[in-house]
């Protein structure tokens, strides 16, 4: 659970960049919105080989 509380915490930091950009037309927001999805994947992958993981184990 803590993987997924760190992806929703990421997802939090990263809306002003994502408001500056849409509505201001902010390049350099668009820039660190870009770095910051590309941290979202790989967190949400990992938390995809977790959940798998532990499926594994309970069967």
Do not use: C, P, W
Request: no cysteine.
């Amino acid at each position: 659970m803590k993987k997924f509380e760190e992806l929703k915490d990421l997802v939090t930091s990263v809306e002003n960049d994502a408001k500056a950009f849409y509505e201001k037309g902010n390049s350099a927001a668009g820039r660190r919105l870009r770095n910051a999805l590309q941290q979202i994947k790989v967190a949400a992958t990992d938390i995809r080989k977790e959940v798998t993981e532990i499926k594994s184990k309970a069967k």
